[in-house]
């Protein structure tokens, strides 16, 4: 009887010290308490489809050059590691870690040629501006093969940006109507790209990309993209 206690007691002791271990395939979220939003736009030429995670978690899928998603998702706060897959070849182009504020709004750029994949992190800075009748842009340079460039935006007065690869303007309000979006050559002003009467609608935040490529890949030429986010708070 005293063996059949102990070996009781044993089988006792055993149980209350096992650890329950969590399901190690329960999907990984980020925290609706502690999180950050990012654009993340595929500006690689050679690149067309690319998935991308931080820490694991799925942000896009299929992030594709040719039509990019415009629309904010929601990607971890503070210290992360930002990975990019691409579709196609199935190899990691990336592995890198990246930091965001806490509740901060960014746009991230995945640029560069072949191996060579960088990335180009603006915070989209919203505070203290009356979005009801105005809207957000800036330009941006990512071309990498393109010299510097004049970025123009006008209406009834016309705004003009000298930009180099790489390089970007400050956010700028702009009131809501019709513009025409043009880059030239500042040596002989050849139009280089376009967008004519094009419609700015309040709460928006717009992104002129010029995108592409002059030389390196005929068939990924110089091109604005415009890439239009709906600012929801």
């Known amino acids: 009887m005293n063996i059949f206690f102990r070996i009781l007691f044993a089988l006792s ?5 096992c650890e329950c271990v969590t399901n190690l395939d329960t999907p990984k979220i980020i925290s609706p308490d502690d999180y950050s939003e990012a654009i993340i736009i595929n500006v690689l030429p050679d690149r067309e489809s690319l998935t991308i995670e931080t820490n694991d978690i799925p942000i896009y899928e299929k992030a594709d050059y040719t039509t990019p998603y415009p629309k904010y998702r929601k ?3 503070g210290l992360s590691y930002l990975r990019v897959y691409d579709d196609f070849t199935k190899l990691y182009l990336i592995n890198l870690p990246i930091e965001l504020n806490k509740f901060g709004k960014y746009s ?4 560069g040629y072949r191996n060579t994949v960088k990335t180009l992190i603006i915070e989209d800075s919203i505070k203290n501006i009356n979005m009801s009748l105005t809207a957000l842009y800036r330009f941006v340079h990512i071309s990498f093969d393109t010299q510097t460039l004049n970025f123009i935006i006008k209406s009834k007065d016309s705004l003009r940006y000298e930009l180099n690869f790489r390089s970007f303007t400050a956010l700028k309000s702009i009131p809501i109507g019709n513009y025409d979006i043009e880059i030239r050559n500042p040596i002989n002003n050849q139009l280089i790209a376009y967008q004519n009467n094009y419609q700015v609608k309040a709460n928006y935040l717009y992104n002129f990309i010029l995108k592409g490529t002059s030389t390196t890949l005929p ?3 110089i091109e604005l993209e415009i890439i239009s986010s709906e600012l929801v708070n």
Do not use: D, H, R, T
């Open 13 to 17: 002791a055993v149980l209350i010290s």
């Open 75 to 77: 990607i971890n706060s």
């Open 108 to 111: 991230i750029f995945l640029y």
């Open 219 to 221: 068939n990924k030429p």
